[in-house]
């Protein structure tokens, strides 16, 4: 005895996709609340014409990086990372001392770290945009403002 299947499921063409510009201000939010709720809107998740193999999300825009929050200790705590690729060229950099100099790698290695690990993954990466004060040169494409749970 044959079914007759009468659903089909919905997968996204790169053609369909329709993609919008969101502003975020990261001012007082928690720095790991902030980074899954931002890696959800790369990814598309929020959206449901979400498909795993191709990238349907919307680009983000975060404003006043400088301004996020670290809970508990690890400001002084928290040690990001990064060869030379030379022998004995490991360096290490205080979170305290990254958000001094360079806030915007804080969110973006945060963000880095809850997208796949594949060239889909740089894709959406690609579209994180990340500036240390209020101010950003995208009001061309016109961005929503969102504001995220704190």
């Given at each position: 005895?044959a079914?007759?299947?009468?659903q089909k499921?919905?997968?996204?063409?790169?053609?369909?996709i329709?993609r919008?510009?969101?502003?975020v201000?990261?001012?007082g939010?928690s720095?790991?609340?902030?980074?899954?709720?931002?890696?959800r809107?790369?990814?598309g998740?929020n959206k449901p014409t979400?498909?795993p193999?191709?990238d349907?999300g919307?680009?983000?825009?975060?404003?006043n990086?400088?301004k996020?929050?670290?809970?508990?200790?690890k400001?002084?705590?928290?040690?990001?990372?990064?060869h030379t690729?030379?022998p004995g060229?490991l360096k290490?950099t205080?979170?305290k001392?990254?958000l001094?100099k360079?806030?915007?790698?804080?969110?973006?290695h945060?963000v880095?770290?809850?997208?796949p690990?594949?060239?889909l993954g740089?894709?959406?990466?690609?579209?994180?945009?990340?500036?240390?004060?209020?101010?950003h040169?995208?009001?061309?494409?016109k961005?929503?403002k969102?504001?995220?749970?704190?």
């Amino acid at each position: 005895m044959a079914y007759k299947m009468t659903q089909k499921s919905y997968t996204a063409k790169p053609q369909d996709i329709d993609r919008k510009w969101y502003v975020v201000d990261a001012e007082g939010i928690s720095l790991g609340r902030l980074s899954s709720q931002i890696a959800r809107i790369l990814q598309g998740k929020n959206k449901p014409t979400y498909t795993p193999h191709i990238d349907t999300g919307d680009f983000i825009i975060v404003v006043n990086a400088d301004k996020v929050n670290l809970s508990g200790n690890k400001l002084t705590q928290k040690v990001y990372y990064r060869h030379t690729n030379y022998p004995g060229g490991l360096k290490e950099t205080l979170a305290k001392d990254m958000l001094e100099k360079h806030p915007e790698r804080v969110i973006k290695h945060a963000v880095k770290g809850m997208l796949p690990k594949s060239i889909l993954g740089k894709q959406m990466l690609s579209k994180l945009k990340i500036y240390a004060g209020p101010a950003h040169p995208h009001d061309a494409q016109k961005p929503e403002k969102i504001t995220l749970v704190k």
